[in-house]
């Protein structure tokens, strides 16, 4: 099909790019300095800009928005706008489904179907800027951090960021992206040698092996051990502070010895603690405020930078996976 584009000159894929990637038009009819019958041949050979489609937008009352998008194959997946005062974050998927199998975790629940292609991620970044330009707003950071597992779908997911860091394109920095893995340790090193810059989250959750791999199931593939050594050699490559996520699980993980272990194992280390209060999918159950706070208490008194991920959302599933699920479930 691309052969029916073979005559259309280069300069054209520039232009073309630049409407796609750094203004974000919904239609091939906005890319106002292109031909006619280019444009009738766009839409011939491509029928729409974003290879996915919106099936339901969800608001919070905290000003969340949430997306469910279906792909050209049926797959759906999920995309969250945390707009904030002075920066407006989207979290993106980069997998129908996910193979990692966190038992807290809602995508894990309902399987591995595909991993995403490049376009497919850039895409929920590019149909939440278009809506976010009409109300004179831009989107300033994007987290790697919905549906899957996006060190499992590495070569898709770098393109992704190659294009978002684009000059010609939305242009953001790599500093404004980040990556948030539950621990590959063989990708971690490979992202470590792409000379790039962008912000790695490891999704810890446990500081102990058999802890961990009960929650966890890829930690029997890359224990504890082999996980922070590929996190030390990211920090030595790229100077880059680590995040390391803790969803704290009330009498599970929690206890202030956890916070403890937790902070011996991270002394030392270039990183910040991001403490989750666990979103409940399954029958975990999230520890109250103040035991919360006393869990920060024990890291800062270790002089290890720790903050409490202010909840988000919850009244619109914005848990990881969970509008998905329910629209498997029937609902819509
Ligand atoms: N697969 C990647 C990114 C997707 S999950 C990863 O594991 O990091 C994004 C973050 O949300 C991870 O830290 C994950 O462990 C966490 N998470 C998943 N389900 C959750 C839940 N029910 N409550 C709180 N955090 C959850």
């Not at 706008?81 to 407006?88: A, K, N, S, V």
């Not at 989207?90 to 399987?111: D, E, K, P, W, Y």
């Not at 010895?257 to 902070?263: F, I, R, Y």
């Not at 699920?325 to 609902?331: A, D, T, V």
């Amino acid at each position: 099909m691309e052969s029916q584009l073979d005559g259309v000159p280069a300069f054209r894929a520039r232009q073309i790019f630049t409407w796609l990637h750094k203004h974000a038009v919904g239609s091939f009819r906005h890319m106002h300095n292109l031909p006619q019958d280019l444009i009738k041949l766009l839409e011939e050979v491509y029928q729409q800009v974003w290879p996915l489609e919106l099936v339901t937008t969800r608001v919070s009352t905290d000003g969340t928005e949430k997306y469910l998008f279906a792909l050209s194959d049926g797959g759906a997946v999920e995309t969250v706008l945390l707009p904030e005062e002075d920066r407006q974050t989207l979290c993106i998927s980069t997998q129908v489904g996910c193979a990692m199998n966190c038992s807290f975790c809602a995508t894990g629940r309902s399987g591995y179907e595909r991993n995403l292609t490049a376009g497919e991620i850039v895409a929920q970044v590019l149909y939440v800027q278009h809506r976010l330009r009409a109300e004179g707003k831009t989107l300033s950071n994007i987290v790697y951090m919905g549906m899957g597992e996006p060190l499992a779908n590495y070569e898709a997911v770098l393109k992704s960021a190659r294009l978002l860091n684009h000059p010609l394109g939305l242009n953001l920095g790599a500093r404004r992206l980040t990556i948030s893995t539950c621990g590959l340790a063989p990708q971690i090193r490979d992202l470590a040698e792409e000379d790039l810059q962008i912000n790695l989250a490891v999704s810890l959750h446990a500081v102990e092996d058999g802890y961990r791999s009960e929650i966890m199931p890829i930690n029997k593939r890359y224990p504890l051990g082999e996980l922070l050594a590929a996190c030390d050699y990211y920090t030595q490559r790229t100077n880059r502070r680590i995040s390391y996520e803790y969803a704290l699980i009330s009498g599970f993980n929690d206890h202030p010895q956890h916070a403890e272990e937790l902070g011996k194992l991270l002394q030392g280390r270039l990183c910040h603690v991001n403490l989750i209060p666990i979103n409940p999918v399954g029958k975990e159950e999230r520890p109250t405020a103040q035991r919360i706070a006393a869990f920060a208490q024990v890291l800062e008194r270790m002089r290890i930078p720790v903050s409490i991920r202010k909840e988000r959302g919850t009244d619109i599933e914005a848990a990881c996976g969970q509008l998905r699920q329910r629209s498997l479930e029937g609902w819509s």
